[in-house]
């Protein structure tokens, strides 16, 4: 994980450009953008606004044996603190006490057994209606960020236990109140078989997993921030502010976070949920957006299998792989030519090699056959 980021520091940027943040993006580096919610229509949704404008609306207390949302938005949640049943049992710095969960932007339709309150379909056309994609990011859907969209919500001191998303795009989450402090890892090489669903990686019911969340990134988010989440990335939030703390976490498409992909498949393809999921981006990545299947395979039949397609690939037989001849096969909209990039040079000369495009199928293939060794669906 070090040889790929070189340090785990978190950059910490403000009045930043794509132009900026592109790299850390590609590169899957956690980051804060201290102004990231800086002219969003939602940047004034605190606890206190959503308590007010959708007093009948219904959210979720996390932590708990229930999907359901159990708690009137207009109680008075915010100055709720319950603790999780074992959260004595959590390593240091680990959130002791509870958030509440609002999905309903992307639940609401397919989950209607869990109690959403008050014509939820004029709440969700608020929610979309609001959603903007943020200054620094490239143009893209603010209406599919806006499907994306999950509230947290932190009384002082809650927070939500380290765990793995099951999204194959990046994530941001916007503060709109209060200050969280976030921890972070990328799972172990040989990830643990039962997953990283919420806090199982602390050991509490599982002690064989005690000293398992080794957190290497640390940022701290204020109000008006924006954190970037990558699809994969273990990660954890307390609120740290003494008032209750609210957020968005929304995900986004562009840019594909292509060289963290490259870096980390082979750990994730071994991941039987969430990121283990995501096998049909990468695999877009591996054969530049052509659409054509790659097998898994052990070294050698990869390699062959390999060679042909750079044989495809590589017209000219210089042994480089032009800007042209990357985006050649793309068939509809596919990955594009900085992601196709970041993707295959992974000796970062700014240029990619027949060699180094070979070297990423047969890591795609024989990821695959790992994972289908270990009982993994590599149809992905």
Known sequence: VLAHYGTFEAPV?????FEEIQKHLLKGRP??????????????WDCEFVRKQFPQSRIRHEGGSSEMNDI????????????????SKYPEGAPKTRPFYWDIAKAYQAERERKWGKDPATVVKKILETSQVPYWLPKQSAKDMG??????FHPKGAGARAHMDPHCSTTVSFCFSGERKWRMMVPPAAPHSEGYFDGEIYGAQNPSRRGEWQPTFELQAPNGSAVVVYPGMIHETVSTADECSSSVSQTFSVPTPAAYYRAFWPRFALIGEDVGGCGHVVESLVTLGSGAKVRPAPDPAARKAAKHFNHKVDTNRDGQISADELMALQKGRGPGLAELISFHDTNADGSVSSEELIGSYVMFATASFRASKQGRNTEL
């Open 13 to 17: 940027l403000a009045d930043t450009t």
């Open 147 to 152: 499907h994306s969209s999950e509230m947290w």
């Open 31 to 44: 980051f804060v953008v201290t102004d990231g919610a800086r002219g969003l229509p939602m940047a004034e």
């Open 72 to 87: 009137r938005m207009s109680s008075n949640w915010p100055e709720t603190a319950k603790a999780y049943p074992d959260a």
